[in-house]
Nanobody
C-alpha cells in the first residue's frame, strides 16, 4: 500500500519555525520526486519546493529563503523546514510524489498543476499573529 504521511504541523506564533516531515512507503522512493505543497482556505494548492533522490532541489521563487527542503533516503523521508513563520503561511501542507521529476518541478516553479501520483493527507499549520 502506497502511503505518504505528513507530520509536524500545528499552531505556532508568528516568527517561529516548524519542521514538517513526510514519510513514504509502498513505492520506490529512489525514483520519485517528492514535493511540498500547501493549500490555504479558498485558494489553490501551491507548490513550495521539491527534491529528488539525487538531492536536486527546486523552490518556488516566492518561497526560497524561509523554506528549506531536505531528504533522508535511508528513512524514505522528506522534510520542510520553515523559518520566520507568518500568518499568511497558515494552510494545510501536503507532500506529493511523482515519478516524473519535471511534472513536480513545473508545479513548484511555474504553478502548472498536474496529476501527481501520490498525495499525503496533509498536516495543518496555523500561524497566529
Amino acid at each position: 500500500e502506497v502511503q505518504l504521511v505528513e507530520s509536524g504541523g500545528g499552531l505556532v506564533q508568528a516568527g517561529g519555525s516548524l519542521r514538517l516531515s513526510c514519510t513514504a512507503s509502498g513505492f520506490n522512493f529512489d525514483v520519485y520526486t517528492i514535493g511540498w505543497f500547501r493549500q490555504a482556505p479558498g485558494k489553490e494548492r501551491e507548490g513550495i519546493a521539491c527534491i529528488s533522490s539525487d538531492g536536486s532541489a527546486y523552490y518556488s521563487d516566492s518561497k526560497e529563503g524561509r523554506f528549506t527542503i531536505s531528504s533522508d533516503n535511508a528513512k524514505k523521508a522528506v522534510y520542510l523546514q520553515i523559518k520566520t513563520l507568518k500568518p499568511e503561511d497558515t494552510a494545510v501542507y501536503y507532500c506529493g510524489a511523482d515519478s516524473s521529476r519535471s511534472q513536480v518541478r513545473r508545479w513548484v516553479l511555474f504553478g502548472h498543476q498536474a496529476n501527481i501520483e501520490f498525495w499525503g493527507q496533509g498536516t495543518p499549520v496555523t500561524v497566529s499573529s
